[in-house]
């Protein structure tokens, strides 16, 4: 896992990847009704604007408290716990929910429902997804590109 900030950051981009051009492509199948190959396309133009903003939401604003509380719960002797807690549990449950905002802010039509009910309407959408998706697919990928880019040389004694 990364050691320090350059890995960090790379590591924040590849997650903030995985997570965030799957969940703008759940996003418009659920508006279009269903997946087609058309929304793997339509996904790229908000990745412009999403991917930044979760990069920089992620590294400037959410990591402190995601560490606060994950130190709360687990410790680093406890690494698969840790693991869990940072990257699937607690991580979600903030990005989550201001992912969310701030996609409701550029994309969804709120005017007629109202904004605070588009809004969380959108984030309990969206929570099981990124949850499941940040467990089972994204983070396991994740941590397997990173482990491929920065394999650590051993020294043979």
Same mark, same amino acid.
């Given at each position: 896992?990364?050691?320090? +900030? *350059?890995?960090?950051?790379?590591?924040?981009?590849?997650?903030?990847?995985?997570?965030? =051009?799957?969940?703008?492509? =759940?996003?418009?199948?659920?508006?279009?009704?269903?997946?087609?190959?058309?929304?793997?396309?339509?996904?790229?133009?908000?990745?412009?604007?999403?991917?930044?903003?979760?990069? !920089?939401?992620?590294? *400037? !604003?959410?990591?402190?408290? !995601?560490? $606060?509380?994950?130190?709360?719960?687990?410790? +680093?002797?406890?690494? *698969? $716990?840790?693991?869990?807690?940072?990257?699937?549990?607690?991580?979600?449950?903030?990005?989550?929910?201001?992912?969310?905002?701030?996609?409701?802010?550029? $994309?969804?039509?709120?005017?007629?429902?109202?904004?605070?009910? !588009?809004?969380?309407?959108?984030?309990?959408?969206?929570?099981?997804?990124?949850?499941?998706?940040?467990? $089972?697919?994204?983070?396991?990928?994740?941590?397997?590109?990173?482990?491929?880019?920065?394999? +650590? +040389?051993?020294?043979?004694?």
């Amino acid at each position: 896992m990364p050691e320090n +900030k *350059f890995e960090n950051l790379i590591f924040t981009i590849i997650m903030a990847f995985l997570m965030v =051009y799957a969940m703008i492509c =759940y996003n418009i199948a659920i508006s279009t009704g269903g997946m087609t190959d058309a929304v793997f396309r339509m996904a790229l133009g908000e990745l412009r604007i999403m991917w930044p903003l979760a990069i !920089v939401l992620e590294m *400037f !604003v959410m990591e402190k408290p !995601v560490m $606060f509380l994950t130190s709360r719960v687990a410790t +680093k002797e406890m690494p *698969f $716990f840790f693991v869990l807690l940072i990257r699937c549990s607690l991580t979600v449950c903030l990005m989550c929910p201001t992912m969310s905002l701030a996609a409701t802010m550029l $994309f969804k039509d709120f005017h007629e429902a109202g904004f605070i009910g !588009v809004w969380l309407q959108t984030a309990a959408l969206n929570f099981p997804m990124a949850l499941c998706w940040q467990i $089972f697919f994204a983070g396991p990928a994740g941590r397997g590109i990173f482990r491929v880019l920065f394999r +650590k +040389k051993t020294v043979a004694s």
